[in-house]
T-cell receptor, first 113, second 114 residues
Framework: SAVISQKPSRDICQRGTSLTIQCQVDSQVTMMFWYRQQPGQSLTLIATANQGSEATYESGFVIDKFPISRPNLTFSTLTVSNMSPEDSSIYLC??????????FGEGSWLTVV | AQTVTQSQPEMSVQEAETVTLSCTYDTSESNYYLFWYKQPPSRQMILVIRQEAYKQQNATENRFSVNFQKAAKSFSLKISDSQLGDTAMYFCAFLTSGTYKYIFGTGTRLKVLA
């Protein structure tokens, strides 16, 4: 397993602003992922954060709205750009540490007003 | 495409009792993994238990065990001696071997009553 730290844990953001969420893993991992969990819903994969190359986005998610960085094997950021109330969600960072199993950070709860 | 179905949106159980959460999935793959994750009010998703499809033996982790029925595509979670700390949202998840696309169910909200 791995210890995955995310920050901020929660924030209240103004409409039209952007917020960057940071994710730190305590060991080097090949695969990191960003998920969105809208209120009362299941998890939806936003993108796979690839080290040294552009992230791979799922259908319905675009780089302009959710730019992702992955500068090394232990760190990634997700930016939620030009936020609207519909972006109010929990954003979860996860990492695959081996054994085809992913572990999650504590989540970042964003409320857009 | 793979799908994961959790047909019980909410359940409750008395402390110290046993409860079973249901999960069914649909796939044409033969090699895959199944998971149960727990999400307490703190929001962090915590891995509860994991099952490889090629293993016939059901996985167990302390008070948590699964009933994996491959032919029926069923993967239920049994929680024995339920504790108040087991109160959480439980998600069933599926992963095709060789990919990283996890498919999550819609979750079952479990409340353990004192």
């Amino acid at each position: 397993s791995a210890v995955i730290s995310q920050k901020p844990s929660r924030d209240i953001c103004q409409r039209g602003t952007s917020l960057t969420i940071q994710c730190q893993v305590d060991s080097q991992v090949t695969m990191m992922f960003w998920y969105r969990q809208q209120p009362g819903q299941s998890l939806t994969l936003i993108a796979t954060a690839n080290q040294g190359s552009e992230a791979t986005y799922e259908s319905g998610f675009v780089i302009d709205k959710f730019p992702i960085s992955r500068p090394n094997l232990t760190f990634s950021t997700l930016t939620v750009s030009n936020m609207s109330p519909e972006d109010s969600s929990i954003y979860l960072c996860s990492a695959e540490t081996g054994g085809n199993t992913i572990y999650f950070g504590e989540g970042s709860w964003l409320t857009v007003v | 495409a793979q799908t994961v179905t959790q047909s019980q949106p909410e359940m409750s159980v008395q402390e110290a009792e046993t409860v079973t959460l249901s999960c069914t999935y649909d796939t044409s793959e033969s090699n895959y993994y199944l998971f149960w994750y727990k999400q307490p009010p703190s929001r962090q998703m915590i891995l509860v238990i994991r099952q490889e499809a090629y293993k016939q033996q059901n996985a167990t982790e302390n008070r948590f065990s699964v009933n994996f029925q491959k032919a029926a595509k069923s993967f239920s979670l049994k929680i024995s001696d339920s504790q108040l700390g087991d109160t959480a949202m439980y998600f069933c998840a599926f992963l095709t071997s060789g990919t990283y696309k996890y498919i999550f169910g819609t979750g079952t909200r479990l409340k353990v009553l004192a």
